[in-house]
């Protein structure tokens, strides 16, 4: 078990910034991945790192404004969030995985080894 905790989730107007913080309490070996969730909507993949940095993934949603890294000695991932839309209101959860990318007809638990408890996002018009 790997615990992962996440920071930085809070009320901000739109076209403004964030940035989230997950810290894992050991070193992980496999991809960081950020998932979000609206209400009444799948909790979706929207962000992902490999172990060396050399591979990421971005949804199309969140392309050109979001910006995903990570520092293994610091056992941390982060996700800088700017332009942000009210759409991009959500919960965030940071995990560890063994996809970098969305899984067709793949439910992420199947490929999701630890979650985050999310935080909370809230973009106001």
């Known amino acids: 078990q790997v615990y992962l905790a996440e920071s930085g989730g809070g009320l901000v107007q739109a076209g403004g910034s964030l940035k989230l913080t997950c810290v894992a309490e050991r070193r992980t070996f496999r991809n960081m991945l950020w998932f979000r969730q609206a209400p009444g909507k799948e909790r979706d993949l929207i962000a992902g790192?490999?172990?060396?940095?050399?591979?990421?993934y971005y949804a199309d949603s969140i392309k050109d404004r979001f910006t995903i890294s990570r520092d293994n000695d610091q056992n941390t991932v982060w996700l800088q969030m700017n332009s942000l839309k009210p759409e991009d209101t959500a919960v965030y959860y940071c995990?560890?995985?063994?996809?970098?990318?969305?899984?067709?007809?793949?439910?992420?638990?199947?490929?999701?080894?630890?979650w985050g408890h999310g935080t909370q996002v809230t973009v106001s018009s």
């Open positions: 995990a560890v995985g063994t996809q970098l990318t969305p899984q067709p007809n793949i439910d992420p638990a199947d490929y999701v080894d630890y």
């Open positions: 790192i490999n172990y060396n940095n050399a591979r990421t």
